[in-house]
């Protein structure tokens, strides 16, 4: 199967970094509006945004996913593009609590290894869950190539790709919450290690990335027209259907419209990239915020949150502390990473610096 258009130009190494820089630039901005109660600004809007943003990231995770790696080469630098900067942060809330709160060390303690678990419903800052688990994504992904490799059988990574996705949805509430025997002692979990129970329809879009890349023409983006009526259909879909999409509460309420939501989403994020790839300063602009989006995934939550708190203590203006909080939230890990991450390269070697010219914690 191929939907490329043999006579037009199809997307390229050589053309990738340009645009999907600033897809991630729009990308990292969703995900900075959506987690600081955007929904009492917009309802609409916040919906919008969770209809297709975290498919997005895995999406574009996987146009960078070199399949070909040995599996310990894989190993090796997943590690040092996720793991790592994931690690660094757990530790540094760690400390934090410990030298600058009231919490006592059995507590902090306990917080550390529930962190260690990857998941978010047990994380002091719960945007991390997405690092560990493009961990064992990657990991799924490179086990999905081997096997439709060895059949030599090209449709079956399609049906088996339709298939992860169709047995993911429908069994995302299975594990969560889950109980077990644990020496005699009933234990109920939210969800398996590292988000392993979302690894169906996170791979699915991941490995969807790394295909389409491959074949897709980008002329088909390009057009003016085309975005529009992506952003129009995508719109009206999300303002006539309600299903919506929560990787990290294991939300996706309807199969088809859900997927259809999420690839309409991506199609118009890389749409719109395409058009302000054209503006050379707007282009530089989110080239910068995209090259600089693990560090704003990493810090935005705290930032933005306590930035928004202290605005609606002095102004009691919900929409503007929300908004100074969202500026707060951009140009604060922008300003940690040129202060303190790029010029350090110690430090920077644990947040997978020498990987920012591409997508977020992708190699």
Do not use: C
């Not at 919506?244 to 994020?269: K, M, P, V, Y």
């Not at 922008?334 to 350090?344: G, W």
Request: aromatic fraction near 18%; charged fraction near 10%; proline fraction near 5%.
């Amino acid at each position: 199967m191929s939907l490329a258009l043999q006579s037009q130009p199809m997307l390229t190494r050589q053309t990738r970094i340009a645009y999907l820089d600033i897809a991630k630039g729009i990308g990292i901005l969703l995900v900075v509006m959506g987690h600081n109660d955007f929904s009492l600004i917009s309802p609409f809007f916040f919906k919008l945004i969770y209809s297709f943003h975290m498919p997005l990231f895995f999406f574009m995770s996987g146009i960078f996913f070199k399949p070909d790696l040995s599996f310990l080469t894989l190993l090796r630098r997943r590690f040092d593009s996720v793991l790592k900067p994931y690690i660094f942060i757990i530790l540094l809330i760690f400390f934090a609590t410990l030298s600058f709160t009231k919490v006592d060390f059995a507590h902090a303690t306990s917080r550390l290894i529930k962190a260690l678990y990857g998941n978010g419903h047990y994380l002091d800052w719960v945007q991390l869950w997405f690092l560990p688990h493009l961990f064992v994504v990657s990991l799924f992904a490179f086990l999905f190539f081997k096997l439709v490799r060895q059949t030599g059988l090209p449709w079956l990574k399609w049906a088996l790709l339709v298939a992860a996705q169709v047995v993911g949805v429908l069994s995302i509430s299975a594990f969560w919450p889950f109980t077990f025997n644990f020496f005699g002692r009933q234990l109920t979990v939210f969800g398996l290690p590292f988000s392993l129970d979302l690894v169906f329809i996170s791979g699915f879009f991941f490995i969807l990335g790394n295909e389409l890349f491959q074949n897709f023409p980008v002329t088909l983006f390009q057009k003016p027209q085309m975005l529009l009526f992506l952003g129009l259909l995508l719109s009206l879909l999300v303002w006539f259907y309600p299903p919506t999409i929560d990787f990290n509460i294991r939300q996706f309420d309807a199969l088809f419209l859900n997927t259809l939501e999420a690839l309409l989403g991506i199609s118009f994020t890389l749409s719109l990239a395409l058009q302000i790839e054209r503006m050379a300063r707007l282009a530089a602009i989110f080239k910068y915020i995209g090259g600089a989006s693990l560090i704003i995934l990493l810090f935005q939550v705290p930032i933005q949150a306590f930035w928004s708190d202290k605005v609606l203590a002095l102004t009691g203006n919900f929409p503007s502390a929300y908004w100074i909080g969202f500026l707060a939230g951009v140009l604060g890990p922008l300003a940690i990473n040129a202060l303190f991450i790029q010029p350090n390269p110690v430090v920077g070697k644990w947040f997978g610096q020498k990987m920012y010219a591409t997508a977020p914690a992708n190699d």
